[in-house]
């Protein structure tokens, strides 16, 4: 018995290690994120602005995303946090959207904007083949492990 009780504490405690390791890897790694001048430069060239927030339907209290999301024609920016990952990307989508479900029911017609990397604000170039009116939410999306971390209406 006493045997047992050590191999099941040895793999709880690796199977716990292995999970703080995947949740604190991009957070290591994460580069520095953008300076707030130059968020705030991309936030007053913005045509469109939304807001992240924590209270969405598919956010919880490891997946959300919180402020002020801008976007022009040539970039989106984000001046907030997003809660650290890892695979996050940026997607532009028609019609609000705030779960899982409804993300990927309309990830066929998404425009993928970009990696993610940073947690505490991000700037990302748009393709020169997104037409940002086309769309009117920004989803932040964990490409790993398919989960919904926020979206933005702008």
């Not at 709880?12 to 290591?28: E, S």
């Not at 993928?112 to 009116?133: M, Q, R």
Request: hydrophobic share 45%; aromatic share 12%.
């Amino acid at each position: 018995m006493k045997k047992l009780l050590l191999v099941l504490s040895h793999l709880g405690f690796g199977a716990a290690g292995f999970a703080l390791g995947i949740y604190m890897l991009p957070i290591l790694i994460a580069p520095e994120g953008p300076d707030r001048a130059a968020l705030e430069a991309a936030s007053q060239a913005a045509l469109y602005k939304g807001t992240f927030r924590r209270d969405l339907n598919g956010s919880d209290f490891l997946h959300w995303g919180e402020g002020e999301v801008s976007v022009s024609t040539t970039q989106v920016s984000h001046m907030g946090k997003l809660s650290p990952g890892p695979d996050y990307k940026l997607y532009l989508v028609k019609g609000f959207v705030e779960d899982e479900a409804q993300f990927n029911a309309v990830r066929s017609q998404a425009a993928l904007i970009g990696d993610v990397k940073t947690f505490d604000g991000f700037a990302l170039g748009v393709p020169d083949s997104v037409n940002i009116d086309d769309y009117d939410t920004a989803v932040v999306w964990c490409e790993t492990f398919s989960e919904f971390i926020s979206a933005a209406k702008y």
